[in-house]
């Protein structure tokens, strides 16, 4: 239920007896009365109150409670329940008062004489004590009346608190609360300073950096007997003393030495802690000792400059002597690090060199900068150290011609990945150059901490590969190019070229943003494993890639191309082409819901290694979209950058076994861009790329949607665009220019559909090319001749070229080889289907990228209609690939092999129709008629359906929607053909106009003037057509 109270209003039936406020109700004389809803509200919603006039006694019940803790926790919330319901809930209320200011809540209950019972609202309670050991303070409206263990109280226990319940100025009931104060007796006292030594104000220990405190915090804890201990350090019954003239208290429990005292005396600050507590009271105390501490001398020593592991433990030859000698090949002499500390009067020492001043007796010798002792000229010097008030013994320093010499060079690398510089041109790393010399001292880092000799003066560099990584005099790596093989740099004494040491690292660019990378990513570009090299193919997308157009060129004597699979970060349409040509892999992606950014593998590239050689491996980014911002960013072409290298390899002998089994390219399927909207994509259609508009003015490169004047992967995006704009609604295929169309229809269906982008991008992916012409005579071909027919296919390629090459057209023919078999003048014969017995023929290239077919029946041709379909299939240019699905096409659906594993049906591409009169058995007499239909003015109106499935139909009858090719997309018109002996007229599709319908039969009929009215059968036109049919197939022996 949900409480409303506060949501509505209340009336009583009877003012006199009782009155409402609010949601108060106050009895005023003996009687019953009806509570209400205010107003009306919600009828019957009512309760009964009856105003007695008998008395009512009533007693409280009286608790302190510090505490309550759950059993059964209540519900934090509560699900709408019948009226009745209820929740099952338990505390525990307790009462734990053992420490001063330990408080308890004190609550009262009040129990009438009429068994009813009720809680006493606080701010009618009155509460006393009867110990001085509580405090008490008065409850709220929102509070209970609180009591409080009180300082200096002692264990007690009883009725220590009074509870009166006062109304109106009288009091009703009153009650007494036990209470128990369980006090703990107090056992010791445990004191410590936060300052472990102290000084005196006067003193340099005092002075930075040495710093030592001159007062402390004093804290004391109680120690009880159940185990607790209780800081009492700032309460008012402590007692803090110190017990000699070394230092005073202050801030109640803070010990300060003094300025002025005696120290030789004062060695230590004495305090006592005392504390009465207890019931008996008790007084505990406790001794506290804290060291003072005093500044002894000032000590100063010279160590190498710049310092290294061990060069502060006396360990380098010259600290003992205190001599900087010369440095060989140079006129420079060794530094030194002037150090000084003070020793304390507790045995202890603090460095205070950042606080010293240090002078040279000799500055011609010895010059002091700071703390740093530079060697200028041979001779000898006295350094000083002063600090505050105290003054070092001299150091002596003698500077020396004597040479220290190079024992060893070390060269380390700083910021590499696995050994490698890795990054984009221009990418810099610092050398690390470590040299050790003959007295013990040493440069671990030459190049950055010895500011005094110029690097080229002491140390050569130099790179192997300076046009990938060189190096400066100073040390700095630049990264410039990729390298085959690790980068050597050499360091050498630059004086005379000896002692070189070498240390090695490999060079890999990382692509920018745009860029593609090719092979590892560390270490060395291009590894050969076995036979094989596996090239990793990288893009950098600073934004969300949507379209890419990448070749990987080769040199074709060096390496074979042997599988190409898609990378790990990609999941769009894909194609990736190998050896079309031998010394290209394609790659070409489209995924325009993409969100992918940063480094992207997008696929993987193995090569068989064919010659011993080192060679270049490089390719070139063709199309390149990125969305970045929601920006569309497009590029290319353009070499890439960042993948070009070198290969080091050599031919291995691979076993049939090891070698790899060709990777399928996957089928892909374009996925709706959802990440575009409605708005962007109306824009990219009608005003980027305008292809709803300005149609005569279209380029006439083919498969070109954009209008960039090229056919690129960038082209298969946006037909993917166009296509989710038709799937939302807010693009038509029929609103876009005859040109677009044309173009989006690549697979010839007179239809856009997602695999017309697939075919899109095999065409990009060098695998499919387009149909730009079907050119088709058949007009030899009459029945009971041999003329010829021919069909001539044009293809060209992505970039408009006429193919040539590694290309092959077939056709379908619905002619049946137990009609005919075919007579090829032009092309092969390629068998028949397995199911339908139809013709399967080969083109032959007869060049500018034509493919031709003429055949005619043999002995003749039959008087029939049959249909032909294209199938175009690629190899690549080693002949391989055929079993890669992406290189072979049907046109309309083919039942031939391989498509016949596919599942699809033969469809006709177009239509041929053997025409002319023949008879088959001139002799002897003409058979019979083999169906009788109902003639008029001696010509017979029927139909004949091809055994092909196409209709020749005469008739008014609607035409069912699953019977033959309905609705069927031709005109027809009226021929003559004869069936046994007997000459009729049927209707026979062409490819001019219009949809086959009663009108235009009844139209055609009128025009020919022959019939003036139709057959009258009980059959149906579809039924007589069949039978007819069937006896013409019978009658020709078909």
Known sequence: DLDVTSLVTFASSDAAVASVSGAMVTGLSAGVVNVTLGNGATAGASTAVDVSSSSVFANITAVAVSSLSWGEQPPSSVAALPVGSSFTTSATLAQVLILEGDSAGVYAWAQYSDGTARAVPSTQLLVTATTPYITLTAGTASAPAKMAIALRASRECGELIDVQWGVCGAVVASDSATVTLDLPQPESLTTTSLSSKLTSPSDAA??????????????????????QAVDFSTDERVTYESLDNCAVIESFNYVRVRYSINKSVCTQVRVRVSIPLGSPTVHIEQFLTIPIVYVERLYLAAYPYPSFFGSTSGGATFNPRGT??????????????????????????????????????????????????????????????????????????????????????????????????????????????????????????????VDWIPPAVLIGLASSASSAISVSSAGILTLLGNHHEQVSITATRACDGSRPVTNKLYANLEPNSGDVDLGSRTRAQFTQVGAYVDVPVRIKANGKLKNFQIDVDIDPS?????SCVIGTDWSGIWDCTINSPTSVVSLVGN??????????????????VKAATRSTISGTIRDLTQYVNNVEVRSGPTPLFAGEGDAVVSPVAVSPTSSPSPSPTPTPSPS?????????????????????????????????????????????????????????????????????QQRLNVNLDAAFKATDLIYLLYVVSR??????????????????????????????????????????????????????????????????????????????????????????????????????????????????GTDESSRYYAFFGSTAAPYDELGTSFLAYRTIVVGGIYNPSPSPPPAPPPFLVTPYDGTVLGAIVDPSGFLYVAGNDPLPADFGKAPMQFSPYLSRMRVGGEEYWAFLPSNDDGLLSDARIVQLLEAHGRWKEFVTTKETSYELNKRINQQAVDALGL
């Not at 002075?207 to 001159?214: I, K």
């Not at 325009?592 to 090569?607: E, K, M, N, P, Q």
């Not at 090829?824 to 032959?844: F, I, K, Q, Y």
Request: glycine share 8%; net charge negative; with cysteine.
């Open 591 to 608: 995924d325009a819901d993409s969100s992918r950014t940063g480094l992207l593998t997008l696929a993987t590239i193995r090569f068989r």
């Open 558 to 562: 060096v390496f074979e191309a042997e």
């Open 767 to 880: 695998k499919l090319h387009f149909v730009t012409d079907v050119s088709v005579d058949s007009s030899g071909v009459e029945a009971g001749t041999s003329g010829n027919l021919e069909i001539a296919v044009t293809l060209k390629d992505y970039l408009g070229q006429p193919v040539t090459s590694q290309t092959s057209i077939r056709s379908q023919l619905s002619y049946l080889r137990s009609v005919g078999a075919p007579q090829l003048v032009v092309g092969s014969d390629g068998g028949v289907t397995a199911v339908e017995n139809h013709w399967v023929l080969r083109a032959v290239h007869v060049g500018e990228g034509v493919y031709k077919i003429v055949v005619h029946a043999s002995p003749f041709w039959l008087p029939r209609t049959f249909g032909f379909n294209l199938m175009l299939e690629t190899t690549n240019a080693l002949g391989g």
């Open 672 to 740: 709706p861009p959802t990440s575009l909207t409605s708005a962007q994509i109306l824009n990219l259609v009608r005003n980027v790329w305008k292809m709803d508009s300005a149609c005569d003015v279209k380029n006439d490169v083919l498969g070109d949607l954009d209008g960039d004047g090229f056919c690129s992967s960038y082209d298969v995006f946006a037909g993917s665009v166009v296509y989710l704009g038709i799937e939302l609604g807010v693009v038509t295929y029929a609103g876009l220019c005859p040109v677009i």
């Open 324 to 449: 900087l000698r010369k440095i060989e090949c140079t006129s420079y002499y060794q530094h030194a690090t002037a150090v000084a500390t003070v020793a304390l009067t507790d045995g202890s020492s603090k460095a205070v060199t950042s606080a010293t001043t240090f002078t040279s007796s000799a500055p011609a010798a010895v010059t002091v900068v700071g703390t740093r002792l530079r060697g200028t000229s041979a001779g000898a010097t006295n350094i000083t150290a002063r600090w505050a008030s105290f003054v070092s013994d001299d150091y002596s320093l003698a500077v020396s011609n004597e040479l220290a010499r190079m024992d060893s060079l070390a060269i380390g690398f700083t910021g590499l990945n696995d050994q490698t510089l890795l990054g984009s041109v221009g990418t810099q790393k610092s050398l690390r150059l470590r040299i050790n010399f003959n007295d013990g001292t040493q440069f671990q880092n030459y190049l950055t901490d």
């Open 206 to 227: 005092s002075v930075s950096p040495v710093s030592l405190p001159t007062r402390s915090y004093i804290r004391a804890l109680v120690n009880f007997d159940n185990g």
